[in-house]
């Protein structure tokens, strides 16, 4: 090699002269950027979906007057031994209009409720609750 050459390899299609060797390689590594930034926008649209979703939350607590442990509910749940809270949820704050009932898979006593309840016995719940739903979605 000659004083002022690079040591690159090219294809045999390749033009070596500096200004084509730029464009090939601008030509070349272009949709990099490209998709790069099409990675990083598709994952911040799942995260800002997850993050941004409408729907009600229902928080419950295992003490009446929303006092003690807490879980949050997102849409329902048939059956609240799954999140280890079965027998344990004694009041709520409901975001929209839930039903609840004191048995598993929206079974035993059921009431409709919304906003604060602290206590679920008044709502006409034996116990408390099991399972529940979200009743009305938000539009």
């Given at each position: 090699?000659?004083?002022?050459e690079?040591?690159?390899?090219?294809?045999?299609?390749?033009?070596?002269?500096?200004?084509?060797?730029?464009?090939?390689?601008?030509v070349?590594?272009?949709?990099?950027?490209?998709?790069?930034?099409a990675?990083?926008?598709?994952?911040?649209?799942?995260?800002?979906?997850?993050?941004?979703?409408?729907?009600?939350?229902?928080?419950?607590?295992?003490?009446?007057?929303?006092?003690?442990?807490?879980?949050?509910?997102?849409?329902?749940?048939?059956?609240?031994?799954?999140?280890?809270?079965?027998?344990?949820?004694?009041?709520?704050?409901?975001?929209?209009?839930?039903?609840?009932?004191?048995?598993?898979?929206?079974?035993?006593?059921?009431?409709?409720?919304?906003?604060?309840?602290p206590?679920?016995?008044?709502?006409?719940?034996?116990?408390?609750?099991?399972?529940?739903?979200?009743?009305?979605?938000?539009?």
């Open positions: 090699m000659g004083k002022g690079d040591n690159l390899s090219a294809s045999p299609d390749v033009d070596m002269s500096n200004e084509t060797l730029a464009e090939h390689l601008k070349r590594l272009a949709p990099l950027p490209i998709l790069i930034g990675v990083l926008l598709a994952g911040s649209g799942a995260a800002n979906a997850q993050l941004h979703l409408d729907i009600p939350n229902a928080y419950l607590w295992d003490q009446p007057d929303f006092r003690g442990h807490h879980v949050t509910i997102v849409g329902g749940s048939d059956d609240l031994a799954d999140l280890r809270f079965a027998g344990r949820a004694i009041s709520g704050h409901f975001e929209d209009e839930w039903t609840i009932c004191d048995a598993p898979s929206l079974a035993g006593n059921c009431a409709t409720v919304h906003g604060q309840v206590d679920v016995t008044r709502a006409g719940l034996s116990g408390p609750i099991m399972s529940l739903r979200l009743s009305r979605p938000r539009h």
